[in-house]
């Protein structure tokens, strides 16, 4: 999903038959202030929509700024209800604020949760969600839209004096399509453009307008380009139709050389001492030739040949693994990855969780389950600093499920300041286990207990949630946290982080920890583009990850940002070819408080591999079943 640099100016498409009135209009169709965005979506109508910018919200009031207007004209006198084409991805990014002419705002919330495209009526969330419903004059009229969480994005309205008209699809507009003479163009090589799939529901496509994304443009239903560097580029399609309607279409294209490109797998990801490794070359391809040699150094002195060979380590390290091949040309192309084989010898990690109102936390823990699985972590416990009365038992039907029910949960016991709702929690918690809220011990409990046992210097936490528990910790045993605790890892943002750090008034708890956590802090930022979840609707029923995620998004299965495991994977695995670490510049919390960087004090981590990778990655492990199925 990308930007907008185009603001497409559209048409509002009205629809009368019989008095019934019908009027289409694009989000992108209104006078737009920033933050709001407009951004690309093939799946939208016009391929368009708009989102606030992240990290802008106003749950209180409507903001002044991110108003986004929309005039209209009503034919006929009468009572219209307003749609809107949504989505909301949770149930904590679920509304917007609208208002019609100088009436007051209203609060547009409890949207539906989902991953794709749907209708919602515009409802009023401050008056049991009443369906509105506007007495509206013949005449010119004004709708004003603007944000009040983010993350929840409107593709199109519809306003309607049918008060049984319920839409559906896409509505009516223009699509653009593109066709391409290759799918892997090469520098200098000549590539026909076509745009003649497109289409509008209301009359011809009768303009095409091309950005190839290096600066040139061009005109036409079909036109050829030559690019004269290799490189990502992002090409756009804009076509109109006779009414004025239009819809615009970006495709991310990759320009090669002629050369060969080398590209190759691994299975298992992480293997242990022994076990045989498949590697696979066959996506490797070239663009102008045919592939003849393929040659493998495995890092360990061996070598081999052949698209598809296994090997397997005599011990545990990090090797690099080196493919070159030929083609038919006699050119070489060469890739490096970086395998790593596994010791055997588990890290030590406590995980510290808000599970409640975003479900990446439920994945997280499933992905510490499965590198458990594999030996590379033990789980000593869990600690919640959520305050929900179902969150303990559904951590612990987690850990059940994978055969680890005994493992200690401490729970925060104070109270929380507005503490978050979950869609989930309670029917996670109808999963087998034997332990809950009533009967779980504090968090500063299991932590002192467990802490004690382990040898020092050798306890990774990793903290997905808010810091209360560690601030407790930190205050009564200081010594303990010194001697014991490896490597905090937080999932925060460095700079005003908008959730973990200050949710709850605990902005100064966060300020403390930071501040005054003695072992080193890398604090981990990066998920929002990697989506994971929808795997998991091929996984058994009696699975209380799946069903965290089903109920989650509403009954359905959609990938969610993994923030938390992207965590889980630094603190488990380390750099590995997954991050860098950076120590450098300062950090900032929202009531003022700044830190400094400082390498083995206080870092956070940049990622190096594409979002698909981590995808693959994080969607295997989350997937994984236990070894015994309970």
């Given at each position: 999903m990308l930007i907008s640099s185009t603001c497409i100016a559209q048409k509002i498409v009205e629809k009368e038959e019989n008095g019934?009135?019908?009027?289409?209009?694009?989000?992108?169709?209104?006078?737009?202030?920033?933050?709001?965005?407009?951004?690309?979506?093939?799946?939208?109508?016009?391929g368009q929509f708009i989102e606030v910018q992240s990290g802008n919200n106003n749950t209180e009031r409507a903001p002044k700024d991110g108003h986004i207007t929309y005039k209209f004209q009503i034919n006929k006198k009468g009572i219209y209800k307003i749609w809107g084409r949504v989505i909301a991805s949770m149930d904590d990014e679920d509304a917007f604020w609208i208002k019609m002419d100088d009436q007051k705002w209203i609060k547009w919330k409890d949207i539906s949760v989902g991953c794709c495209w749907h209708w919602d009526e515009v409802h009023d969330n401050d008056n049991n969600d009443k369906v509105m419903e506007f007495n509206l004059e013949k005449g010119l009229h004004t709708i004003t839209v603007t944000y009040l969480m983010d993350q929840t994005r409107l593709d199109k309205l519809l306003i309607t004096n049918n008060p049984n008209y319920i839409p559906s699809g896409i509505g009516p507009g223009a699509k653009a399509q593109i066709g391409m003479s290759s799918n892997t163009p090469i520098v200098q090589e000549k590539v026909f453009f076509d745009g003649s799939e497109s289409v509008s529901t209301e009359g011809e496509i009768v303009t095409y307008q091309w950005g190839f994304g290096d600066g040139s443009k061009a005109s036409g239903q079909s036109v050829n380009h030559t690019y004269k560097k290799a490189g990502n580029f992002n090409l756009e399609l804009i076509v109109t139709d006779n009414k004025g309607l239009t819809s615009a279409l970006t495709k991310n294209l990759k320009v090669f050389t002629d050369n060969p490109v080398a590209r190759f797998s691994n299975s298992p990801d992480r293997p242990k001492k022994g076990e045989s490794i498949g590697f696979d070359a066959t996506p490797s391809f070239d663009p102008n030739g045919e592939l003849k040699n393929y040659a493998w150094d495995f890092g360990d002195s061996s070598f081999g040949t052949g698209a598809k060979i296994n090997h397997s380590y005599s011990s545990p390290g990090e090797y690099s693994v080196k493919l070159s091949l030929t083609d038919s040309n006699g050119k070489i192309a060469k890739e490096t990855r970086l395998v790593t084989v596994v010791s055997g010898i588990p890290k030590k990690v406590i995980f510290e969780t808000d599970m409640c109102l975003d479900v990446d936390d439920v994945g997280a823990l499933?992905?510490?389950?499965?590198?458990?699985?594999?030996?590379?972590?033990?789980?000593?416990?869990?600690?919640?600093?959520?305050?929900?009365?179902?969150?303990?038992?559904?951590?612990?039907?987690?850990?059940?499920?994978?055969?680890?029910?005994?493992?200690?949960?401490?729970?925060?016991?104070?109270p929380l300041s507005q503490p978050d709702y979950s869609p989930y929690l309670e029917p996670v918690s109808k999963f087998p286990h034997d332990l809950d809220s009533k009967n779980a011990l504090s968090a500063l409990e299991v932590y002192q207990k467990v802490l004690e046992a382990q040898p020092d210097s050798s306890v990774t936490i990793i903290s997905v949630g808010f810091l209360n528990n560690l601030n407790d910790l930190l205050n009564t045993r200081p010594d303990l946290v010194a001697k014991k605790i490896k490597e905090l890892v937080i999932m925060g943002g460095i700079n005003n982080d908008g959730f973990n750090l200050p949710r709850h008034n605990l902005v100064s708890e966060a300020e403390n920890v930071i501040k005054n956590w003695p072992t080193p802090i890398v604090m981990s930022g990066s998920g929002h583009n990697i989506l994971t979840g929808q795997g998991l609707k091929d996984s058994s029923i009696e699975n209380p990850v799946r069903e965290g995620y089903y109920k989650f998004f509403h009954d359905n299965f959609c990938g969610r940002p993994s923030w938390d495991q992207v965590t889980v994977l630094y603190a488990v695995r380390g750099l590995s070819d997954y991050f860098s670490i950076n120590s450098t510049g300062t950090g900032s919390l929202n009531n003022g408080f700044k830190w400094n960087m400082k390498p083995g004090y206080r870092s956070f981590l940049d990622i190096l591999q594409p979002a698909e990778s981590y995808i693959q990655i994080i969607e295997d492990l989350m997937t994984k079943p236990p070894l015994k199925q309970p």
């Open positions: 019934i009135i019908n009027l289409w209009m694009e989000a992108e169709a209104g006078n737009i202030e920033s933050p709001m965005k407009v951004w690309y979506d093939k799946d939208a109508s016009g499933a992905v510490i389950h499965a590198l458990a699985n594999n030996k590379e972590a033990e789980l000593l416990a869990v600690c919640y600093n959520e305050v929900h009365p179902f969150g303990a038992s559904a951590i612990d039907a987690i850990n059940t499920w994978y055969g680890r029910g005994d493992i200690p949960i401490g729970i925060y016991k104070q």
